[in-house]
Every structure is written in structure tokens, then in C-alpha cells.
């Protein structure tokens, strides 16, 4: 009689599921063990970033809601002078029309242009390019959602290429000012209405902060960034993944005029200080001494480490020259602060208010000394930009 095996398949299946299952134990990492036999806790690995928080993020569609609202188009309209017709002084000609003058001679064409502006208080006050409205004879500001209204201009600022003009509206979409916190590698998008095309949002990082030297303004703090700015973005918002004011755009390094991605802004702590000056007394105020400077030659391409400046000139009756600072002198240091370029102590000097007075430590043929300056107030002066670094044209 002949065995019934049917047993057996379900046998060696029962063994193999066993034994993937010990291997797969077997595969698992052991708590490390102390040497009295103390098991500790399995090492846990975190990610080296946290996406969640350094915008690893699909959309910027909630910020682009709550900035774009705020950042306006703004049209310029200036009166082109034209020479006068030689046929308007004909008697015959001014005959021929019954004296009348056509009005394809007599009216003067307007030259439009277009920039960009961000809304910063409620109650219309709006921050743009000084460039942007500089000689115009009407300005008119396009809003978001349509409307218009003409604007006129508050107060100007050339020396940091910022104006505060102000339109007579109600519920107005307002851009927070974020002063601090920004940092190199953070994602910014840039919004504006760059070649007249319309309302624009393009998305970068910031490449820089700190940006001066650059020949772009008189007083230099910009933020670098290599989202797309192209000309008319000029005076349009900076900002971060939350939809906050970091910089107004102002300029590009550029050879053709086109975006090279390297873009600049003026941080809002600058922006706010002048529209709060402008908003006081109606101009920037800024301390002055009266001298002309040159940073310090670095010997050691090595060492960056170069503080101090050179006093390459010094203004006649000036508050330098009062002082009795002279053409190459060191300065060291101002009210016990290191000074590290000429960027930083014009910056610095201009901070103070007229007629403080300033310490200032100098070297002078090797021998130190502390020369108390009084402050003078800086007039408004003329800065020729670099032919790299162009104003955004409107």
C-alpha cells in the first residue's frame, strides 16, 4: 500500500517562512551594549535639514497672495520740449488757418514710462525708485485690483535712490517691513512689472547681504539676489517665503542691460529709516565731515583682515579740516568703533545727527592720536553710477 506524502509541501513551506523571518531578525540593528551588559537606546538619525522650514515647499502661491497686492505699477508722463516750427512764424501759414495753429504742432508729446512701487502705510504712502518718478510731471499709480489714482511725490531721497510718493485711497493692501533675519541662501522672490508686460513674480535666493563699494548710490547696503530682475522692475518688492518687505529692487549688474542674475536691493531698514525722515521733515538728514577717502591697499591677498581708511582729501572749512584732520591720515577707529572701508565710515557718518560730536582715532606718521570732530550736515550731492551697475530703467 502506497504512502500519502501530501503532508510534506506544507512542511517545507512552514520551515522556509520560518526561516525568512529569522534572517529578517537577524537583519535588524542591535542596541549597542555597554560593557557591564547595559543595552542603550538604538542611534536615531535625523535629517541634516529640515525641508519644513528652509522652503522646501511646492508652491510660494501664499506669499505671492499676500504681497502682490501691494506692489503697484506706477505710469510717468513728462513733457517733451520741442523746438518750435519755423512754418508757425509764417504769416502766410498762420494765414492759410485762419491764425489757428494745428494741433499736431501746438501740443507737446508726452513721454510715458514705467516702474514699479510697494504701498507701505495704510493711509497711501507708497515707497519707489527716486529714479522712477525724478522730472515727472504726473505721476499715476495702477493698483492690483485695477484702480487707479494720481499720486504726487512727499519726499526724495537720491542719495539712496528712494522717494515716498502718496495716493488718496481707502483699504489699501499694506507690505510688512522685515529688518532682520535675512541670511545668505534664503529664498526671495522679486515682484514687479519688468519691460511693461504686467504684474511679475520671479524666485531666487539672496546671493549677498552688506553689498557696497559698488558706485551704484552715494550710501550702499544692498542686498544681492539672483532671482530674475529685468528694467521695470525698479522700485518693486523684495521678499521672503512669507510674503514680508525685504528690499525695494533697484539695480542689476549688467553689460547688455538684461538680467545677469545679479540683482540688487536696498534692505528695509534702510527703506524704513528714510521714509520715516522723509515722513518727519520731509528730507533725509545725514551728518557730513567734509573729507574724501581710500581704502587701505591689501598687501596679503591672504589676510582680508584690512581695517581703517585714508583721508585722501580734506574740504576746506570743513568739520575735518576745523578738526584738524589732514590729507593721509589713518582713521582707525570712530567713537571706539573699527572702522573696515570707506563704505562703512561714510555710512557710519552719516547715521549721526549735526553738530554731535564724533571721536575719532588716527594714525598720523606712525604716531596715534584722538581728534574730537564736530558734525556737519551733508548737502545733496550728485553720485555718478559705474557703467556695469545700472539704476533699473523705468
Partial sequence: MRRNFTWLPWVLLIIVILGFL???QLQKPKAPVTPDGVKLPAEKIEPLVNTSRTGGVVSYNAAVKVAAPAVVNIFTTQKVKQLDHPLLND?????FFGNQIPDQLKQEPNENSLGSGVIVRSDGYILTNNHVIAQADQIVVALHDGRRAEAKVVGTDPDTDLAVIKIEMSQLPVLPFKLSGNEVGDVVLA??????????????IISATGRSDLGINTYEDFIQTDAAINPGNSGGALIDVAGNLIGVNTAIFSQSGGSLGIGFAIPAKVCQQVLNAIL????????????????????NILDPRVNGVIVADVIRNGPAAQAGLKRGDKIVKVNNELITSTSHLINYVAQQAPLSTMQIDIERDGKAMILPVQVGERKLQTQNSDSQYIPLPR
Fill in 280 to 299: 518727519k521733515d520731509g528730507r533725509v538728514v545725514r551728518g557730513w565731515l567734509g573729507i574724501s577717502l581710500l581704502p587701505i591697499k591689501q598687501e
Fill in 191 to 204: 515682484i514687479g512689472n519688468p519691460f511693461g508686460v504686467g504684474q511679475t513674480v520671479t524666485q531666487g
Fill in 22 to 24: 529569522g534572517w529578517q
Fill in 91 to 95: 504769416p502766410a501759414f498762420r494765414e
